[in-house]
């Protein structure tokens, strides 16, 4: 009786280990074998881009290849799919974004449901959308521009880089919380949008910062707000939208997720990776360039943001009656 005893405390001491033990094992061996960085955006393109810089942090960070993978179509839906059905063990990844967010109310058949499905693992950016105008709107603030749309809406049209489409869910969100009556033409993407908006074509849009600093910059476009809550360190003369339309708030949220069962272990291991990139000087560097500023927090933080950027962009989809093509 006593060296049954004795067995079964041996036993429980050791099974109270194991966990521990496992989890040491899993840190020290992820990751074992390349990993696919999916991107549901073509190369070249602003998500592009910055998924190639948190992909090639990761690789130096964790010792193995990130290899990024561009599955374009359906506002990032294929390449979402795609992760979901994916093994649970980290080796795939997907750079998520608002596209995420909105997608769940502007495609109520997907085989999928992104909060549902996957597990948020860490932001990477937070990129301000600039409200801009053709230099013909005798408008250099959102304020100006209320009151000169308000006397002239037949004279305005709004451009969007296409239906449902944070440019243009966050104009509608705009058009709502101003009372704005404007009309909108959608165009394929944020290129041929701005290209219409130097013509002169459509006279007023929103666009990330990334893609719309440029044509500002060189005067092809005036910068007259920005959609976050706070001033731009880009654009620091810009006022926010919210000085004119009070609590309008609107961002392009970027980061990273994995299919749901990845395990607990992993997911922290590539959110504690990425917080690494935000004291690195060089990578706060190219994160800067991308348009975004940091978005620092845990994996709870991000999963929490995520639903809240759904149920937001939720509501204006379906105030504004948005179908998707």
């Known amino acids: 009786m ?9 036993f429980a001491a050791l099974a109270a280990t194991l966990p521990a033990t496992t989890t040491m094992s899993l840190a ?7 990993v696919r960085f999916v991107i549901g955006f073509p190369a070249g393109g602003p998500n592009d881009i910055l998924g ?28 979402t799919e795609e992760v979901v059905r994916a093994a649970p063990d980290g080796t795939t990844i997907l750079l998520c974004g608002p596209a995420n967010a909105i997608s769940g109310s502007l495609y109520p058949n997907l085989s999928f449901n992104f909060l549902r499905d996957m597990l948020p693992v860490a932001g990477v950016t937070r990129e301000a959308l600039v409200m801009v105008v053709h230099p ?18 037949d004279k305005i049209k709004m451009a969007s880089t296409g239906v449902g489409s944070s440019p243009h869910v966050t104009g509608e969100l705009f058009k709502q919380m101003s009372g704005l009556k404007l009309d909108v033409v959608h165009y394929a993407g944020g290129g041929p949008a701005l290209k219409a908006m130097i013509a002169g074509e459509a006279q007023v849009m929103f666009e990330p910062m990334s893609a719309s600093i440029e044509p500002v910059r060189s005067g092809k476009l005036r910068a007259i707000a920005v959609s976050t809550a706070q001033r731009s360190t880009a654009l620091p003369e810009v006022p926010t939208v919210s000085e004119a339309v009070p609590g309008f708030e609107a961002s392009a949220v970027t980061g990273i997720a994995v299919p749901k069962g990845t395990p607990a272990e992993v997911v922290e ?8 990139a935000f004291s690195d000087a060089a990578m706060k560097t190219k994160l800067a360039d991308t348009g975004g500023e940091p978005l620092p927090g845990s994996a709870a933080d991000f999963a929490k943001l995520m639903a809240a950027e759904t149920e937001k962009w ?4 379906k105030a504004a009656g948005i179908k998707a093509d």
Do not use: C, D, M
Request: glycine content about 8%; cysteine-free; charged content about 20%.
């Open 2 to 10: 006593i060296i049954a005893r004795r067995h079964l405390l041996q």
């Open 28 to 34: 020290q061996s992820y990751p074992s074998k390349p």
């Open 52 to 79: 190639r810089i948190i992909a090639g942090w990761l690789s130096q960070k964790l010792g193995q290849p990130f290899n990024v993978e561009n599955k374009g179509g359906k506002s990032g839906n294929i390449a």
């Open 136 to 153: 013909s709107v005798p408008a250099k603030t959102a304020a100006e521009f209320l009151a000169y749309a308000k006397a002239n809406a």
């Open 269 to 276: 291991i590539l959110n504690k990776a990425v917080q690494a």
């Open 314 to 317: 939720g509501k204006v989809v």
